[in-house]
């Protein structure tokens, strides 16, 4: 499946994932990576459902 606005690479997004993975608050991993915590938790919740292709 294929996210039009996506605003990030694929490596991008696979850091965002470990970071959470790594027990790392959504506020921290938005604040480095520059978005919303409600961003970071869509991204966290597509990969739980999807795995690497979310």
């Known amino acids: 499946m294929s996210y039009g606005n996506v605003r990030t ?3 991008g997004r ?3 994932v470990e970071g959470h ?5 959504k506020a ?3 604040s480095a ?3 919303s915590r409600e961003w970071v938790s869509t991204r966290v919740i597509r990969y739980r459902i999807e ?3 979310g």
């Open 14 to 16: 696979l850091l965002l």
């Open 33 to 35: 990576m520059g978005f």
């Open 21 to 25: 993975r790594d027990d790392w608050p």
């Open 28 to 30: 921290h991993i938005a």
């Open 51 to 53: 795995v690497e292709a």
């Open 9 to 11: 690479t694929y490596l």
